[in-house]
């Protein structure tokens, strides 16, 4: 193995590789500043329950009316039949973009202290009444 490091060939492809993940890392950067920049600055809150301290959204926009009908359905407990995530309201919350006909919300959240279960950025579509704007 200690061989390999003798070759021209690994060296090159190593250094080939590690630009590009610089280049990847820079442009993502980029794009992620962009957006957060474009983004309207909002809280979010329960519509039902204001103490809840987090919001059930979706990250696939297939399940919309799956959501929305969870969402308008005031009997508890609900059943929940499809993929869900939940996001904190805590830390810095944007609105980065609407759903066409303006029911959801894609939340971005920044978090100033990530960890590998809460990372730094998260994102995901909420229904509009869950969010108020600052």
Not at 75 to 87: D, G, M
Not at 119 to 130: A, C, D, I, S
Request: proline share 4%.
């Amino acid at each position: 193995m200690f061989g390999l490091f003798k070759k021209k060939w690994f060296w090159i492809v190593w250094l080939a590789l590690a630009l590009t993940g610089g280049v990847v890392g820079y442009f993502g950067s980029e794009y992620q500043s962009e957006r957060i920049e474009n983004a309207e600055l909002v809280e979010l809150q329960d519509y039902y329950n204001p103490d809840r301290p987090r919001i059930h959204g979706i990250k696939d926009t297939t399940l919309v009316d799956e959501y929305i009908k969870f969402e308008k359905d005031t009997n508890y407990p609900k059943a929940l039949k499809f993929s869900s995530e939940t996001i904190p309201i805590n830390q810095k919350l944007y609105a980065i973009d609407w759903t066409s006909d303006s029911l959801l919300v894609l939340i971005g959240r920044q978090n100033s202290n990530p960890t590998v279960a809460d990372p730094r950025w998260t994102e995901l579509w909420v229904w509009k009444n869950h969010v108020k704007k600052r």
